[in-house]
């Protein structure tokens, strides 16, 4: 897990409601990213940022939302407009230099439950 | 498409037994191959990580090999221990672009 944090470890929803999923690093490093994952696929893009107050759509952004005030912060928001939004959320972070992403460290997860 | 196909979907062996787990990837060009390992409720953490130009990578009792003309890795497993049960995730980084490619992954189930 590195110097990623993920809080909480645990999160349940009621439908309709907002909620929004911590990522925190300490590693200096300048990109973080938010994957979904869910059972028998692999890990989906939702959103990515390379520097602070600048970040991208992934795959899967519809229903979410993000913002990178902070180096090493960038949260999520799962919204009610996420359909389906039960699943295990990772937030990730890497070097950019180069021009490209480096390694990804993950962070431990959240299991987002809704009601 | 970049594809990663990931093969079996799940394994079950008895400890101290090998196994070997197989990656087919459509994505071309790529820059590297990455295998994770993923603890059940945990983020993956990183195994190996090969070029192109590298056949085999080891990390203790872990060796990914890679054959980029059939665009196939393997990651062979030695002298399993319970400890190495977790998810396996074979994942491609293509050379243009910066967006990961993953495979679903291969959950191993090593029992006593």
């Known amino acids: 897990d590195g110097g990623i944090t993920q809080s909480p470890k645990y999160l349940f929803r009621k439908e309709g409601q907002n909620v929004t999923l911590s990522c925190e690093q300490n590693?200096?490093?300048?990109?973080m990213y938010w994957y979904r994952q869910d059972p028998g696929q692999g890990l989906r893009l939702i959103y990515y940022?390379?520097?602070?107050?600048?970040?991208q759509k992934g795959d899967i952004a519809e229903g979410y939302s993000v913002s990178r005030e902070k180096k090493e912060s960038f949260p999520l928001t799962v919204t009610s407009a996420q359909k389906n939004p039960t699943a295990f959320y990772l937030c990730?972070?890497?070097?950019?230099?180069?021009?490209?992403?480096?390694?990804?460290?993950f962070g431990p997860g959240t299991r987002l439950t809704v009601l | 498409k970049n594809q990663v196909e990931q093969s079996p979907q799940s394994l079950i062996i008895l400890e101290g037994k090998n196994c070997t787990l197989q990656?087919?990837?459509?994505?071309?060009?790529?820059?590297?191959l990455r295998w994770y390992k993923q603890d059940t409720g945990r983020g993956p953490v990183s195994l190996t990580i090969m070029t192109f130009s590298e056949n085999t990578k080891s990390n203790g009792r872990y060796t990914a090999t890679l054959d980029a003309d059939t665009k196939q890795s393997s990651l062979h497993i030695t002298a399993s221990q319970l400890s190495d049960s977790a998810s396996y995730i074979c994942v491609v980084r293509p050379e243009y672009g910066n967006k990961l490619v993953f495979g679903a992954g291969t959950i191993l189930r090593v029992k006593s």
């Open positions: 940022s390379q520097i602070v107050n600048d970040f």
């Open positions: 590693l200096n490093h300048d990109a």
């Open positions: 990656c087919n990837y459509t994505v071309s060009p790529f820059s590297n």
């Open positions: 990730a972070s890497s070097m950019f230099a180069s021009g490209r992403l480096h390694e990804q460290f």
